[in-house]
């Protein structure tokens, strides 16, 4: 079985496509935002902490009971690549972009970034922890 929960990390920062998202001028705390698959809801938290009050957050393993609400801006950061099924891939796509009013945010592991070697499963690798990768190319 693949543990898909094992990718999520805890980190005391946001990640990289909600910084980014800041930094650019996408996000801003009048706007409503959802973290599709949010993991342990630590960009959530701080989020939080810094004013932004309209964030939302779920996630198949750690808040599972979470609705997906429609928000201005709804981040699927570091979604697609855990996820070993290419149609689940889809519909988590797809769901994740019909909840995003104004923009959606996809974030992925590239070729260029392949952290760890595995065994072949599918179009990624399965690690020795149970857990399934997909290493994107930019084309995709």
Known sequence: ????????????????????????GLLSKEMTFFDYGC?????LQI???????????WDPYFKPQAEKVSSDI???????NVIEKTSERRDALMEAYAKAEKLLCVS?????Q???????????????????????????
């Not at 709804?74 to 697609?80: A, D, E, Q």
């Not at 992925?108 to 260029?112: A, E, G, L, Q």
């Not at 392949?114 to 995709?140: A, C, I, M, N, P």
């Open 47 to 57: 989020l939080e902490k810094n004013g932004f009050g309209k964030v939302n957050g």
């Open 74 to 80: 709804v981040n699927l950061g570091y979604v697609l």
């Open 39 to 43: 993991g342990h809801g630590q960009d």
């Open 108 to 112: 992925v592991m590239t070729k260029s």
């Open 1 to 24: 079985m693949i543990q898909r929960h094992k990718t999520a990390i805890r980190r005391n920062k946001l990640s990289r496509p909600v910084n980014y998202l800041i930094d650019r």
């Open 114 to 140: 392949k952290g760890y070697e595995g065994q072949e499963h599918g179009d990624g690798v399965l690690s020795s922890r149970g857990t399934f990768q997909k290493y994107y190319d930019q084309s995709e």
